[in-house]
């Protein structure tokens, strides 16, 4: 479920040497499977594992998660990397705003999942999201962007040589992507 690199796994090793006896790492997902979720770790004294928890055991401590955020977390990482700036805990959930979906799911779930746990996260930079409207019948996915792409001059570019071309890559069974979108100059417009 959570893969924990080495350089993590003695981090957590050193700050749990100086905490109470049993205390563990809890992973967990603060409104898991929408646009707002945030993942998290914190301490789990032995009177905060729930009977519900998922145990993921690592030498010499483990990891908690509660039933809520667990499918929320497959996949996901935690490392600490170590450079000129310092030291930093990081943790990357691709699964946190939308949980992850079967291969055989139907195509417009499985395009959902990509445009949120893909697509959205890098369009996020710029203050814009984008939102499948719908899969035509001749297999075009139509779009409607939002936020900062709403008008934004390089939308035709986003569109045709980042979204379309990511989309086309992963589902052979699209023939292209529509954009629905009427699109407007704005403050909100990321130039």
């Known amino acids: 479920m959570i893969k924990i690199t080495e350089q993590a796994q003695n981090h957590f090793s050193k700050l749990l040497a100086n905490q109470e006896t049993g205390t563990q790492i809890r992973v967990f997902v603060i ?3 929408t646009p ?3 993942c998290g770790v914190s301490y789990c004294p032995p009177d905060a594992i729930e009977a519900s928890d998922t145990e993921l ?3 010499p401590f483990s990891v908690f ?3 809520l955020s667990a499918p929320f977390l497959v996949d996901a990482e ?3 990397i170590t450079d000129q700036l310092g030291s930093q805990l990081t943790l990357k959930a691709p699964n946190a705003k939308m949980r992850k979906v079967a291969d055989d799911a139907p195509l417009i779930e499985r395009v959902e999942y990509v445009l949120q746990s893909k697509i959205n996260p890098q369009l996020a930079n710029h203050g814009g999201r984008v939102t499948l409207m719908e899969i035509t019948d001749d297999a075009f996915a139509v779009l409607q962007f939002g936020g900062g ?3 934004c001059s390089m939308v035709d570019v986003t569109l045709k040589n980042g979204i379309e071309k990511e989309l086309l890559q992963t589902f ?3 023939k292209g992507v529509k954009d629905s979108t009427e699109h407007q100059r704005g403050e909100h417009s990321y130039y």
């Open 36 to 38: 707002t979720a945030e």
């Open 172 to 174: 052979p069974e699209l």
């Open 149 to 151: 792409c709403n008008g």
């Open 65 to 67: 998660v509660d039933q």
């Open 31 to 33: 409104n898991p499977g």
């Open 78 to 80: 935690i490392d600490f």
């Open 57 to 59: 055991k690592f030498d």
